[in-house]
């Protein structure tokens, strides 16, 4: 461990210290945690050692008292007594390797026609999409994994920030309303309320989303967007519209599929016209007819596929 993740982690068990008492500084604390990635992390191991202290208390403290003096057993909200900066720093430590084998198995919520809500043990829910797949994991269900759409109320907690892999991108949140959107490595994210960060292998560096702002990742011509958004518009499929701004016309046939449920093909000529407008997916068949009209396409419908092919 390098010097300065040793104070760091020294740091870390002092916010932590502080978080037990009444008079915590909250806005420091949040300030703190985003002056650097590693903070976050280092925060994290320290209250998971905390809370396996709390949980696994008598083998543990057994264990911690041959290397520590007469170290007492103090009730749960002052566990940790004087000499907590320097042992209990090294203390923790070793706590953290114990058992990631503690961490709560993955689970997964596969929608089918309908979307269906998911609510977090902090209060937090996501609403998921038609036709999406959401995979929940880590201790304070803080990691998520989406395929599809979804929206993200989360819940305000500067001691936990959310991350979602979505596509090649992932998302991470503290506490805000957003919407996401998948097609495979490509991503949508809107902010309706709050702030989140954008990060991926294929950005240059992370990009800062407030509410209004609308990304958009497009990995087959690795390009990044950022465009305003009307905050009304922001996962507006819950109430059966979509709306674009200059759009490509292959991720407007992928929405359709998942929120109109019918399948929509897309000749090569024309999958990179972009579209701007806004469709009513109540009625799929309305849904596309209106695209092809808006966009002066020619559609064919062939049993249960459509078509949009160039006019002439």
């Known amino acids: 461990m390098t010097g300065a993740n040793e104070q760091i982690r020294e740091e870390a068990v002092q916010w932590h210290l502080a978080s037990l008492r009444d008079e915590m500084d909250w806005d420091g604390f949040t300030a703190w945690l985003e002056a650097d990635a590693r903070h976050r992390e280092l925060y994290d191991e320290i209250a998971l050692a905390d809370d396996l202290a709390a949980r696994h208390g008598p083998s543990l403290a057994d264990e911690f008292a041959e290397e520590t003096e007469e170290v007492q057993e103090p009730p749960r909200r002052s566990r940790w007594p004087v000499w907590a900066s320097g042992a209990l720093a090294a203390s923790l430590v070793a706590l953290v390797a114990v058992p990631q084998l503690l961490q709560p198995d993955p689970v997964t919520y596969t929608v089918g026609a309908i979307s269906r809500t998911v609510s977090l043990a902090d209060g937090s829910s996501v609403v998921v999409a038609p036709g999406s797949i959401l995979t929940v994991s880590g201790r304070h269900q803080e990691q998520l994994a989406l395929q599809g759409g979804a929206f993200f109320d989360i819940r305000h907690d500067p001691a936990r920030s959310m991350v979602i892999k979505a596509g090649g991108v992932e998302v991470t949140d503290i506490g805000t309303r957003f919407d996401v959107q998948v097609v ?33 990742f497009d990995p087959q011509h690795k390009i990044a967007t950022v465009a305003p958004v009307a905050g009304k518009n922001v996962g507006e499929w819950r109430k059966g519209r979509l709306t674009y701004e200059s759009a490509p016309l292959a991720l407007v046939a992928a929405d359709l599929a998942r929120y109109a449920r019918l399948r929509l093909d897309i000749t090569p000529a024309i999958e990179n016209r972009r579209f701007s407008g806004t469709l009513s ?31 002439g």
């Open 184 to 216: 495979g490595q490509s991503a949508r994210v809107e902010v309706a309320e709050g702030r989140v960060q954008v990060r991926g292998a294929a950005l240059a560096a992370p990009i800062e989303l407030g509410a209004g702002k609308r990304f958009s």
């Open 281 to 311: 997916v109540g009625n799929g068949d309305t849904a596309v007819r209106d695209l092809a009209q808006l966009m002066g396409l020619v559609l064919v419908h062939d049993g249960d596929t459509y078509r949009l092919e160039p006019a």
